[in-house]
Each structure stands twice: as structure tokens, then as C-alpha cells.
């Protein structure tokens, strides 16, 4: 499983809109400039956020951004499901018992199905507010 570049930069948005808390709308060029992302693409980021209801939006002047439940709220598997589509380490897990014709004979498969068990309880068990406590520790 390799996570990309999305799911990377919908966690930073995320934890960068906890620190802001829950009051203030921020402006998207204004997370753009603080995470040093480009604003073209965070845009794409944050309608797919805003779809799903991780974040409230306003548009126009005063607009922007904000998370609409408490960090605790948010676990890190939630939000890189949504950006990523799937956690699996193999293809042949993440599509569901058709995807292979040898499901049913592979010897390997059990394997990837924990892996992909441990994956998901792993991500299920951090949240936007963990990432905020480990980093106002470091």
C-alpha cells in the first residue's frame, strides 16, 4: 500500500484545520500557503472533503473551511479511505472476491487478508486528535 499524495494532503488539511479549531472558516489559499501545497489541487482535495461532510465550507468573502466535529472525531483510516478508495496492500483485496479467479485456491490470500485487517484496525485506531497531541510533543 502506498498512500499518495491526496490522502497525504487530506491529513495535513486536516490537522491543520484541528489547530484552528471549530469557530473560524479558513481560507483556502491560506491553508494552501501554511502547508505549502498548490491551491489548484487542494481544491480538488476539499470538494471531496466537503462532499463526504468531513468539513463545513462557505463560499465568497469571509469563506473558507473548517472541520465540523471535534479531532476526536475523525479517525486517520476514515480520511484515507475516502481520498485513497482502499487500503489494500494487494489488488486482489481490495476488489472483493471477484477480482481473482484463484481466490478461491490461493494459499497466499488469508495472509493478505490480515495484513489488510491489521492495516485498517491500525488507521481506525488513530484520530486527527492523536496526530495533534504527538505533535505538540515533539
Not at 495535513?12 to 471549530?22: F, K, S, T
Not at 468531513?54 to 468573502?61: E, I, L, N, R, T
Not at 479531532?71 to 472476491?97: F, N, W
Request: with cysteine; hydrophobic share 35%.
Amino acid at each position: 500500500m502506498i498512500v499518495s499524495t491526496k490522502g497525504r494532503y487530506a491529513l495535513r488539511v486536516m490537522v491543520c484545520l484541528a489547530q484552528r479549531g471549530r469557530e473560524e472558516y479558513v481560507p483556502l489559499k491560506e491553508i494552501a500557503e501554511s502547508e505549502n501545497m498548490s491551491q489548484k489541487y487542494l481544491e480538488s482535495i476539499m470538494t471531496v472533503l466537503s462532499k463526504a461532510g468531513f468539513v463545513d465550507a462557505v463560499h465568497g468573502k469571509g469563506g473558507g473551511y473548517r472541520l465540523n466535529r471535534s479531532p476526536e472525531g475523525y479517525t486517520i483510516g476514515s480520511i484515507l479511505k475516502l481520498t485513497e478508495g482502499s487500503l489494500a496492500a494487494v489488488s486482489c483485496t481490495s476488489q472483493g472476491p471477484a477480482a481473482c479467479s484463484r481466490t478461491e485456491c490461493c494459499h497466499t490470500k488469508p495472509m493478505w487478508d490480515r495484513l489488510d485487517r491489521m492495516i485498517d484496525e491500525f488507521f481506525e485506531g488513530i484520530t486527527v486528535a492523536d496526530l495533534l497531541k504527538e505533535n505538540a510533543q515533539a
